[in-house]
């Protein structure tokens, strides 16, 4: 049996597309030797500068919330505690279709057996620097012409590869999603290699 290995994601929770990579990230650990941590990283914080319409600017101001939070849960109480929120946060998000803000926040928390009074983070603005220190820690081998996921893994000969992606709708459930996660691994570790995409035909499905 091949040694278990860690694998980091880098998510913001307002993104469907990253909520379903996550959801298969979970499936790949029951059909591989994977165990995924959960890191944040932010669009907002991606987008800080950039010329966008003005719904998408409004999206982007509240976006800081959740993010927020979950770093100052992630300080206090570790990264086992950000993927329970993540878990909390996405099923009310995008399963719940529930808007973002304090009752959110405070209501997430508690599912996910936390202080609900964390969800003042939201606006705490000093937990920026440590936000942007991991945002910047996901995206710095993979480039700002991405969003989320971001995915860090040790590839087939052993080496660190690190990606954006995959962008998948339904996530693909058990032997499938072992059979994606080794596709992905083969490809990301090959050297030079850097885009295999085709347009998107489907919305986020999310069952």
């Known amino acids: 049996m091949s040694e278990r290995v860690s694998v980091d994601m880098w998510f913001d929770p307002i993104?469907?597309?990253?909520?379903?990579?996550?959801?298969?990230?979970?499936?790949?650990?029951?059909?591989?030797?994977?165990d995924v941590r959960f890191n944040v990283m932010s669009l907002s914080v991606l987008n800080e500068g950039r010329?966008?319409?003005?719904?998408?600017?409004?999206?982007?101001?509240?976006?800081?919330?959740?993010?927020?939070?979950?770093?100052?849960?992630?300080q206090r109480y570790g990264a086992d505690a950000v993927r329970a929120l993540y878990t909390a946060l996405g099923t009310?998000?995008?399963?719940?279709?529930?808007?973002?803000?304090?009752?959110?926040?405070?209501?997430?928390?508690t599912d996910a057996g936390l202080d609900p009074e964390l969800a003042a983070a939201a606006e705490d603005t000093s937990l920026d620097t440590a936000l942007r220190e991991s945002h910047e820690a996901g995206m710095?081998?993979?480039?700002?012409?991405?969003?989320?996921p971001v995915v860090h893994a040790p590839g087939p000969d052993g080496r660190q590869v690190a990606f954006f992606g995959p962008v998948v709708t339904p996530a693909p459930k058990g032997e499938a999603a072992g059979r994606l996660w080794d596709g992905v691994l083969l490809v990301s570790g090959t050297p030079g290699f850097f885009e295999l995409k085709r347009s998107r035909d489907l919305d986020p499905i999310f069952d």
Do not use: D, F, N
């Open 140 to 148: 710095r081998p993979v480039g700002t012409e991405v969003g989320t």
């Open 92 to 109: 009310r998000i995008h399963l719940g279709k529930e808007q973002l803000g304090p009752e959110l926040y405070r209501a997430a928390l």
């Open 51 to 74: 010329e966008l319409p003005e719904p998408y600017q409004e999206y982007m101001r509240l976006g800081w919330g959740p993010v927020r939070v979950c770093v100052a849960v992630r």
């Open 15 to 34: 993104c469907p597309w990253a909520w379903i990579t996550s959801r298969w990230l979970l499936e790949v650990e029951r059909v591989r030797e994977v």
